[in-house]
């Protein structure tokens, strides 16, 4: 196995703004409560103010998608102009009703409706979490105070407010004290202690985003590698069904806002280690494959894959890497960008390729036995009170990975906990050399600690009297 370190200068790029946003995913201060979109035939934006909007997302260019607010949105032409591509999430403010009901129509008829929306504003308040809002736009000066402007501002976000006819800038500053995690043991040092000293124990949601559910925790991670660096976070998730572990995978390199949790982009990645793997870390190489800076993100988009060089605000491909395939770990450090190839990774030995084949022609006899089994096994547990075997509909073709057993005390005629009789039932086939454990079957979001909010004392999390302190 020959590997090989290969030291490759970097090159600057320019920045074109094209990105693809699949959800809005903000925490409001109060509950949006949106209409329904209809069924609509799509209308051309507003000339004037699709030049207004491009005027302002020009003068406010560090801003390259995310969430944008637009107070005193009044009849919504400019709001929805303000979404220049599908990076960024519009949300308009006015505080008369018939503006809001004005605009919304107006945003309906293009279609935007979602991605675009409206609300009514009340009182001095912005309803919005902190450090959420990446532009904030309004053609005359808010009611609210521009110390309640910069409270909902994003680090390196934008206040973009028209005052006597003259439009004014204001960019909040991105604290020294926040860190970045460019690496995946946080920088070239590979030394896992980030110099951050604003982040803690979690206090708050600072938004929900998408998927609800990664597949699978018992095989390997969703997550394949996560990194930060100018205010987004990049990472590879496989986005198939969590239904079950073995329909096939769909992993996507992901660049979403870090602050107010927008997907900016999103690039497919053709081929990357199977998701049976039973550890659920997977390999050690591939977290090691995704590196990002402030302009660029660095990663192989394919288990075999060239190392690429990508636009961290679009995801366009700035530069690929010319004999990188096999890339273990990327490493970036004073502006040189450091390689581990090893030409043989995961190609495996011809002897065991050929015994796999192999195994494959006896597949569909092996999963019927093991469907015949389990047949016979529930036919004979259903005889047994208290004992149910799985469920499966009538349309599936299982193949099970466990064979999960139920247990009703209150059937069996028993008075005494579900966990103490299913405890017994296991120390009974253990004793009987069947190997059983404890399995979960409902997803987490699902389990009591989430739906009944039991925390560990004191309402902590839900509702800890200490926050703040």
Not at 181 to 199: F, K
Not at 217 to 226: E, G, K, L, P, Y
Not at 235 to 252: G, N, T
Request: aromatic fraction near 8%; proline fraction near 6%; charged fraction near 20%.
């Amino acid at each position: 196995m020959s590997k090989r370190t290969r030291m490759l200068s970097l090159l600057g790029g320019a920045v074109v703004l094209v990105a693809a946003l699949s959800m809005p995913a903000t925490i409001l201060r109060g509950r949006s409560s949106l209409p329904d979109q209809g069924a609509t035939v799509a209308a051309p934006l507003d000339n004037q103010s699709r030049t207004l909007a491009s005027q302002i997302l020009a003068e406010t260019g560090g801003v390259q998608g995310g969430l944008v607010v637009h107070v005193g949105c009044g009849d919504g032409k400019l709001t929805a102009a303000l979404r220049a591509s599908d990076s960024y999430l519009v949300h308009g403010l006015d505080a008369r009703a018939e503006n809001v009901a004005t605009a919304r129509e107006h945003i309906r008829s293009l279609g935007l409706y979602g991605a675009v929306a409206v609300d009514q504003s009340r009182g001095n308040r912005l309803p919005y979490i902190d450090n959420l809002v990446n532009l904030l736009v309004a053609e005359r000066a808010p009611k609210v105070r521009m110390a309640e402007v910069l409270r909902v501002l994003a680090p390196n976000g934008v206040a973009y407010i028209k005052k006597g006819g003259k439009w004014t800038k204001t960019v909040k500053p991105r604290p020294a004290e926040i860190d970045e995690w460019t690496h995946y043991l946080h920088d070239a040092t590979n030394n896992a202690v980030a110099h951050d000293t604003v982040v803690g124990p979690p206090r708050h949601l600072q938004w929900i985003g998408s998927p609800r559910y990664s597949r699978h925790h018992d095989h390997m991670s969703a997550i394949s590698a996560m990194v930060s660096a100018g205010g987004r976070l990049f990472y590879i998730f496989d986005h198939a069904s969590p239904q079950a572990i073995q329909l096939p995978s769909k992993w996507l390199l992901v660049g979403r806002d870090a602050f107010s949790g927008t997907i900016l982009w999103k690039r497919p990645i053709d081929m990357w280690h199977t998701q049976m793997f039973r550890l659920k870390s997977g390999p050690a190489q591939l977290p090691r494959r995704l590196v990002a800076t402030g302009e660029r993100v660095y990663a192989t988009l394919g288990l075999e894959a060239p190392v690429s060089a990508l636009d961290a605000a679009t995801g366009e491909t700035v530069r690929t890497y010319q004999q990188t395939e096999g890339t273990e770990e990327i490493i970036l450090a004073d502006g040189v960008l450091l390689l581990l190839v090893n030409d043989s990774l995961y190609r495996q030995h011809e002897f065991i390729n050929a015994f796999t084949l192999s195994q494959l022609e006896h597949l569909d006899y092996n999963n019927a036995k093991r469907q015949e089994f389990a047949d016979y096994l529930t036919a004979e547990l259903e005889q047994m009170p208290g004992i149910s075997g799985p469920y499966c509909p009538e349309y599936a073709e299982p193949v099970h990975f466990r064979y999960v057993v139920g247990f009703d005390p209150g059937e069996a005629g028993l008075d005494v906990t579900p966990r103490r009789f299913r405890v017994a039932m296991e120390k009974a086939l253990q004793a009987e050399g069947v190997p059983t454990g404890q399995w979960q079957r409902m997803p987490v979001p699902g389990q009591d600690v989430f739906q009944e909010k039991k925390g560990y004392g004191k309402g902590c999390p839900w509702t800890c009297p200490f926050y703040g302190r």
